[in-house]
């Protein structure tokens, strides 16, 4: 094999591309470098968990932690400005900053108030860009654009608009098929650039951990129908493929069907018109090779 990649347990947040003797690196398609090691710099390895860090985008990085006195804080790392580091006291149980802003999302509860209530500032200008109290418990978030932030909650999903004053998170839709089940995990949600189409992942075992189920539900806000699809991952981009003409509104995604070997990964065109005389929305599938315990 001319490469080997190896996750370092002791370093979380980085991956390490180790070439081979025989491989020159600078002809490699990619470079994968350290670019910081949040343990070097105080954070503890107990935070190092799904839901507790996150990083939305390659600008910010944050993490609940613990202070040394044992209280609880937010730490946010700055990779755009020397990977500066920012430490605050707060109560909030998880903690999101937005992708470009500098922008702070804060998730808790409130004792004897069900649910969750969010909380979101601009840190640059101190002002509280909102507030929500969330009926039931959010299971998971991300933000989705600039000053769009997504909520899934244990039946349906919301996306708020921040950068509307007073705004309150709307219903979108709701969780359908295996992902509206007890025992799915939420583990990601997309929306393409439009916020026309929406995408939420979550994963599953029907024999106690020994395999991992993955399902999907895509969904067109236009014509408000969806579509279940088995597999672990997608994604959406606009992307160039056809010299001359705009980017395409692309969905991609790895399908994986319950019980069977064989992974395909899918990329296709969601956003193209359709109809009698237009030519076929751009479209590719192929398999994808996977070692047999992945």
Same mark, same amino acid.
């Given at each position: 094999?001319?490469?080997?990649?190896?996750?370092?347990?002791? !370093?979380?947040?980085?991956?390490?591309?180790?070439?081979?003797?025989?491989?020159?690196?600078?002809?490699?398609?990619?470079?994968?470098? #350290?670019?910081?090691? %949040?343990?070097?710099?105080?954070?503890?390895?107990?935070? *190092?968990?799904? @839901?507790?860090?996150?990083?939305?985008?390659?600008?910010?990085?944050?993490?609940?932690?613990?202070?040394?006195?044992?209280?609880?804080?937010?730490?946010?790392?700055?990779?755009?400005?020397?990977?500066? /580091?920012?430490?605050?006291?707060?109560?909030? !149980?998880?903690?999101?900053?937005?992708?470009?802003?500098?922008?702070?999302? %804060?998730?808790?509860?409130?004792? $004897?108030?069900?649910?969750?209530?969010?909380?979101?500032?601009?840190?640059?200008?101190?002002?509280? %860009?909102?507030?929500?109290?969330?009926?039931?418990?959010?299971?998971?978030?991300?933000? /989705?654009?600039?000053?769009?932030?997504?909520?899934?909650?244990?039946?349906?999903?919301?996306?708020?608009?921040?950068?509307?004053?007073?705004?309150?998170?709307?219903?979108?839709?709701?969780?359908?098929?295996?992902?509206?089940?007890? $025992?799915?995990?939420? /583990?990601?949600?997309?929306?393409?650039?439009?916020?026309?189409?929406?995408?939420?992942? @979550?994963?599953?075992?029907?024999?106690?951990?020994?395999?991992?189920?993955?399902?999907?539900?895509?969904?067109?806000? !236009?014509?408000?129908?969806?579509?279940?699809?088995?597999?672990?991952? $997608?994604?959406?981009?606009?992307?160039?493929?056809?010299?001359?003409?705009?980017?395409? @509104? %692309?969905?991609?995604?790895?399908?994986?069907?319950? @019980?069977?070997?064989?992974?395909?990964?899918?990329?296709?065109?969601?956003?193209?018109?359709? $109809?009698?005389?237009?030519?076929?929305? *751009?479209? #590719?599938?192929? !398999?994808?090779?996977?070692?047999?315990?992945?």
């Amino acid at each position: 094999r001319p490469a080997r990649a190896r996750r370092n347990t002791a !370093e979380p947040s980085s991956l390490i591309l180790r070439p081979s003797a025989a491989m020159d690196p600078s002809a490699m398609p990619v470079n994968l470098a #350290v670019t910081i090691n %949040l343990a070097d710099h105080g954070v503890n390895a107990q935070a *190092f968990r799904f @839901g507790n860090l996150t990083m939305e985008s390659d600008k910010f990085i944050a993490v609940k932690d613990a202070a040394p006195d044992g209280s609880s804080q937010v730490v946010t790392i700055d990779m755009h400005n020397g990977n500066a /580091i920012s430490r605050r006291p707060m109560k909030a !149980e998880a903690c999101l900053m937005a992708p470009t802003d500098n922008i702070m999302a %804060l998730k808790g509860s409130t004792d $004897g108030t069900p649910g969750n209530f969010v909380q979101v500032f601009n840190l640059d200008s101190k002002e509280k %860009l909102g507030v929500h109290q969330c009926p039931v418990k959010i299971v998971f978030w991300r933000w /989705i654009a600039p000053r769009i932030l997504a909520l899934v909650c244990d039946s349906d999903i919301y996306h708020w608009n921040l950068a509307v004053a007073n705004s309150q998170p709307e219903k979108m839709f709701q969780r359908a098929g295996k992902l509206a089940e007890a $025992g799915a995990q939420i /583990i990601n949600y997309a929306a393409n650039s439009a916020m026309s189409w929406c995408l939420l992942t @979550g994963i599953s075992t029907q024999d106690q951990g020994k395999t991992i189920d993955g399902n999907m539900q895509l969904y067109s806000v !236009e014509k408000k129908q969806q579509q279940m699809l088995e597999g672990h991952a $997608g994604c959406f981009g606009n992307v160039l493929v056809v010299d001359g003409a705009a980017p395409a @509104g %692309l969905f991609a995604f790895q399908e994986r069907k319950q @019980g069977t070997p064989q992974t395909r990964l899918h990329i296709m065109d969601v956003t193209a018109p359709r $109809g009698e005389g237009l030519p076929p929305p *751009f479209k #590719v599938n192929s !398999e994808i090779q996977m070692p047999p315990e992945a």
